[in-house]
């Protein structure tokens, strides 16, 4: 199994830019190579909580939609996101 280079997600829930910030900020991005580490496939959907900006949190439905250069996240596979 190699790493996979980049994961790309799609989300559901909201469409407002603090989400996507807060999913872009690299605490977040270590949070999801550490607590998806392994295999990824795409279709697979993962419910997260994320800072929605006033101390509030938001569930949305983060979707795989593709995985490239490997089959597994790693400490360096990259995410990349849209709504």
Do not use: H
């Amino acid at each position: 199994m190699d790493d996979a280079r980049l994961v790309r997600l799609s989300y559901v829930g909201t469409d407002e830019e603090t989400i996507l910030d807060a999913l872009s900020e690299e605490s977040y991005v270590q949070y999801l190579r550490r607590s998806k580490a392994g295999p990824v496939t795409p279709g697979a959907e993962w419910e997260e909580l994320v800072n929605d900006g006033c101390g509030m949190t938001r569930r949305v439905t983060l979707t795989v939609e593709a995985v490239v250069g490997g089959d597994t996240i790693g400490e360096k596979t990259t995410f990349e996101l849209k709504c």
